[in-house]
């Protein structure tokens, strides 16, 4: 789950990370207000849940109130990748003498949180890891002992040459990574970490990922929320047992378990296909819940045919044809479904779903690839 930069400053607030005053704004008048409080030059900031705002025009210096005027009437209301901005925070402008890249993330290849610096900051991080990959400092840090003040000072020696901006950045990392365990992030990013001209280290961005499978230990979460229509989509899904991502290709896909479904998806890319989901229905012949599933498949627009891809282990196959007679018997499917059931009693699951008139069988994933693509093709 992403929480807004500002959400995210709160919480570097809550563990006395240096950020700028700031004020929440939903309109130019609680912007000019803001500007008033502070009395001097301001950075006005969409408050938009994607990267690279600064570029697209989200971010706006301003150092008179026409400007914080003109900046709120542009940025409120703006299309961002997408979104559309509907809050900006009105900070007290900082003057940066240097920026830096700081960036905690979970990495499955070290099984440990990463910690990620580069003299490179200010710019998207991705960027620089492709053009300059060597210029971004990583290491792994150790669950059991955590990070350590001299670690933190050893890497910020590398990027910074004054030592009261090194004895404060790290600092800085050693209340982030608090930041990341005590609240279960998946991300926590700072960039650019500033020097300004008083010699002062400040987060001027903030960028926090809650881990989503640690989202019941946090109840406090779901106020801070801001999904988009497909998040909501994923998150409603979810509660109802279901395992969803919504993509925007044409094949709907409903498979049991993750690794078949991810094979699913690869399988009609394979053969030309675009596959318009993720979704993972877990091993249950419960016709309520294939109905819930093809409920999502049907309301995405995208979606002309759909491949439902079943494996029996300990569902059996027979079970399931059942359920997806019943659960078809109670909905009104206008596009073609093609059905391949492999594993425990297949060919009795197989004999079942013979006489129904909806369903296309295919014995093999390639097959079942094959005729899903072609079905598309003439709807
Ligand atoms: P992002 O583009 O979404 O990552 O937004 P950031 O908050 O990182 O801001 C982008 C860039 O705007 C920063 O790297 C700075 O160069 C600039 N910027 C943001 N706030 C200030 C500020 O208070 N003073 C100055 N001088 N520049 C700022
Ligand atoms: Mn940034």
Request: charged share 25%.
């Amino acid at each position: 789950m992403k929480i807004h930069e500002y959400q995210a400053k709160e919480i570097f607030a809550e563990y006395q990370i240096p950020v700028q005053t700031f004020f929440v704004c939903k309109t130019v008048d609680e912007v000019v207000n803001a500007f008033d409080k502070f009395g001097g030059p301001v950075v006005v900031k969409a408050q938009v849940l994607v990267g690279g705002r600064g570029k697209a025009g989200g971010i706006k210096f301003c150092d008179s109130k026409e400007k914080a005027i003109e900046a709120a009437t542009s940025i409120i209301g703006m299309d961002i990748k997408g979104l559309t901005v509907e809050t900006v925070i009105v900070c007290s402008a900082v003057d940066i003498a240097d920026e830096i890249y700081v960036g905690l993330i979970t990495d499955r290849n070290t099984k440990s949180v990463l910690l990620m610096v580069s003299a490179e900051g200010g710019v998207e991080i991705e960027e620089v890891a492709k053009t300059n990959p060597e210029k971004i400092i990583k290491i792994p840090i150790d669950p059991q002992i955590g990070l350590l003040p001299h670690q933190a000072r050893n890497v910020f020696f590398k990027v910074m040459k004054n030592g009261n901006h090194v004895r404060q950045a790290a600092d800085i990392l050693v209340k982030l990574y608090k930041v990341f365990i005590e609240k279960d992030c998946s991300l926590a990013e700072i960039n650019p970490l500033v020097i300004d001209k008083n010699d002062k280290v400040i987060a001027l961005d903030a960028k926090v990922n809650f881990d989503d499978n640690a989202m019941f230990r946090h109840p406090d979460y779901e106020a801070l929320a801001d999904y988009t229509d497909d998040e909501k989509l994923e998150v409603e899904a979810n509660e109802r047992g279901l395992s969803y991502v919504k993509l925007d290709g044409e094949i709907g896909c409903m498979v049991n378990g993750a690794g078949l479904a991810m094979a699913t998806m690869d399988m009609i890319n394979l053969y030309g296909g675009t596959p318009a989901n993720f979704l993972d229905i877990g091993g249950s012949s419960n016709p309520q819940k294939v109905i819930h599933a093809m409920e999502y498949l049907m309301n995405d627009k995208n979606v002309k045919a759909v491949l439902i891809n079943i494996f029996g282990g300990i569902t059996r196959c027979d079970d399931v044809a059942r359920g997806l007679l019943e659960a078809f018997k109670q909905m009104d499917v206008k596009m073609p479904v093609v059905i391949r059931l492999s594993g425990t009693n297949a060919k009795e699951g197989k004999e079942l779903l013979k006489n129904s008139k909806e369903l296309i069988t295919a014995d093999t994933m390639a097959e079942a690839a094959k005729k899903v693509i072609e079905a598309a093709k003439n709807v």
